[in-house]
C-alpha cells in the first residue's frame, strides 16, 4: 500500500510517500526557520501563511522523488493534531482535497502516533539494509520529546493478521514546557539563535556540566511527570545575577550586525561561565529524561525503549540513553535525525497502520490544536 503522509503541525511543511509502512520512497521537508528565527519563535500567523505557499511544491516533490504520479498512491494520511490549528488546517484541507479528487481513503494521524512510528520505521529501514538484526519488543516505552511535547507512553501492539494494531498508554507527561521548549528559550535568553536545541547541543561541550548546580527535578504525584519550567527560571536568575545578561545583550546586537554567524564565532562570543551555564542546563535536562524513562522500563519490565521527536537529535542524549541501556540491559532505538524532528514519513508510516486496520477519515475530518494521545495509565 503506497501512503501519502502529510505534515503541517507546527512549523515544517511535510510530505512524503511510504510503501508498506516500512519503504521510504520520498521524505521532503520544506522548513520555516528562516522565517521565524528573527521572533525566536514560531509565530502562528506566519507558520499557516507558509504552509499555504509551501504545501502544493512539497507535496509535488514528495511524488516526483517516489516515482510517482498523484493517482499511482493508494492512500492518503495527515496530521490531524495537536499542533496549531491554521497550520494543521492547512495540511488538513489539502488531504481531503487530494483525497476526494483521487477517489482514495483517507486517515487522520495523531503527530505523537508520528513521532513513536518514526523509531520504528528507521529500525526497519536499517534491518532492510543489513545494518542491524535487532527488531523492537513490544510492549514498549517510548520517550516522545520535543519542542511541543515531552511525554512517556507504554506501546502495545497487538498481532493480528495482516498488520499490528497499536495502543497507547500515557505514563506522564510534561506539566509545563516542553524539553525543547526550555531549550529554545534558554538560547533565547542568551541569544544564541533559533531553534536553541542544535545550538546548544553543540555548544555545551565546550563547558564544564558541573559548574552550576541545576536539578534534580522533583516531581510530587506521578514520578513519570516532567517539568522544566522551574530549570528554565533557574537559568534565567544565573544569567540575572552574574554578567551574563550584559553578554547575551551585547551578544544579539553583534549578531543582528553579522546576520548569518558560524558556530565558531558564536562560541568565540560566549564567556566560559555562559558555556558552563549551557552545559549545566543540558546536563541536567539529559539526566532527567534518561532517570524517568529508565524508570518507566524497569517498572514495566520491558525490554525496548523508543526515543523520537526533535530533542531525540541531542547528542548527549543518545550517548546517555546508550549507556543507560548497556548497563541496565535494554534495547534502545532512535530514529535518524531526519526522521527525529517533524515529517511525513512518520505520519505515512503511522497511517499505514490505521488503514490496514480498516480505520477510515470521512470529510467531517478536521484540525486539534489539543488532542490527547491513548489513555492515561499507572507505571506498575
Ligand atoms: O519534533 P520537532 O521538530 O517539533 C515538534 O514537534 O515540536 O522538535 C523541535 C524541537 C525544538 O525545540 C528544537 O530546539 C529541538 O527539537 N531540537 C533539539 C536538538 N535538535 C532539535 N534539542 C536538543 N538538541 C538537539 N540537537
Ligand atoms: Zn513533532
Known sequence: MRVLGIESSCDETAAAVVDDGERVLSNVV?????????????????????????IEPVVEAACEQAGTELKGLDAIAVTEGPGLAGSLLVGLVYAKALAMALDR????VNHLEGHIHS???????????????????FPNVTLVVSGGHTSLFRVVADEPAPAPVFSYYRLGQTRDDAAGEAFDKVAKLLALGYPGGPVIDRLAPYGDSRAVKLGPIRMRGNPLDFSFSGLKTAVLYRIREG???????????????????????????????????????QHAVVTDLTGRTFAAANGLRVSSIFVAGGVACNSLLRARFAEAARNGGFEVFFPSLLLSTDNAAMIAAAGYFKLMA????DWTLTSHASFPLGQPCASR
Open 358 to 361: 480498516g480505520e477510515r477519515a
Open 119 to 137: 523509531a520504528w520505521l528507521e529500525n526497519k529501514l536499517a534491518r532492510r539494509a543489513g545494518l542491524t538484526d535487532i527488531a523492537p519488543q
Open 30 to 54: 520544506a522548513s520555516q526557520v528562516a522565517t521565524h528565527e528573527k521572533y525566536g519563535g514560531v509565530v502562528p500567523e506566519l507558520a499557516s501563511r507558509e504552509h499555504l505557499r509551501r
Open 243 to 281: 554578567a551574563l545578561a550584559a553578554e547575551a545583550a551585547a551578544r544579539a546586537e553583534w549578531r543582528k550586525a553579522c546576520g548569518k554567524v558560524s558556530l565558531d564565532e558564536l562560541r568565540q562570543h560566549c564567556s566560559q561561565a555562559t558555556l558552563d551555564l549551557l552545559a549545566s542546563f
Open 105 to 108: 481513503p483517507l486517515v487522520g
